[in-house]
């Protein structure tokens, strides 16, 4: 059982946007910046978002975030298929002192 | 170009040890705390260990504390995780990563992701 809560799956035909939630509590996302990952099947995840809604260089800007209270949501706009992946958020844990992870949303483009 | 590289797969009895390796390049690995993080076969990314960029402080999953313990030796640009007593559920594949920053904090965050390397606890 994981500390953060993400729905396991979600689906979205090409080119429309979807929206991954996680929700927390006031020990992490309540008080911490969140951090989302992308894992495609077989390699190592890949950093996508910090500080809540914030995007590395080199990340596509069909990503977006945001986080109200103790829940994060990471949009995914103009779905492709390469988008196609699993997805987790993380954040630091005041009360467990480390990090932790959502259980990951496996998002298939159809 | 930031590059981690850990070492090979790993096959250990139950109760035995395992000493992992990760060998960074690509930045300066005395500037930036150092991380592991596990994920086990078909299931999602687990945080194991955090160690600041002096060494000086290092943080654990309440899941491996008192039996794991993390290290790095900034001169040879290598982090170092140490398993005793490991068990079936610590079979998983173990990833280097590097934090944004000196600390593990609420601030930072795990920035790059080495490939990974798979360890199996099994008789």
């Known amino acids: 059982q994981s500390v953060l809560t993400q729905p396991p799956s979600m689906s979205g035909a090409p080119r429309q946007r979807v929206t991954i939630s996680c929700s927390g509590s006031?020990?992490?996302?309540?008080?911490?910046?969140v951090t989302w990952y992308q894992q495609v099947p077989g390699k190592a995840p890949k950093f996508l978002m910090y500080?809540?809604?914030l995007v590395p260089s080199g990340v596509s800007d069909r990503f977006s975030g945001s986080k109200s209270g103790t829940s994060a949501s990471l949009a995914i706009s103009g779905l492709q298929s390469e988008d196609e992946a699993d997805y987790y958020c993380a954040s630091w844990d005041d009360s467990l002192n480390g990090w932790v992870f959502g259980g990951g949303t496996k998002l298939t483009v159809l | 170009e930031v590059q981690l590289f850990e070492s090979g797969r790993k096959l250990v009895q139950p109760g035995g040890s395992l000493r992992l390796s990760c060998e960074a390049s690509?930045?300066?690995?005395?500037?930036?705390?150092m991380s592991w993080v596990r994920q086990a076969p078909g299931k999602g990314l687990d945080w194991v260990s955090c160690?600041?960029?002096?060494?000086?402080?290092?943080f654990y999953a309440d899941s491996v504390k008192g039996r794991f313990t993390i290290s790095r030796d900034n001169s040879k640009n290598t982090l170092s995780l140490q398993m005793n007593s490991l068990r079936a559920e610590d079979t998983a594949l173990y990833y280097c990563a590097k934090v944004s920053e000196t600390y593990c904090s609420r601030s930072s965050y795990m920035d790059n992701w080495g490939q990974g390397t798979l360890v199996t606890v099994s008789s």
């Open positions: 500080h809540d809604d």
């Open positions: 006031s020990s992490n996302i309540g008080n911490n910046a």
């Open positions: 690509g930045f300066a690995l005395r500037d930036y705390a």
């Open positions: 160690i600041t960029a002096s060494g000086g402080s290092t």
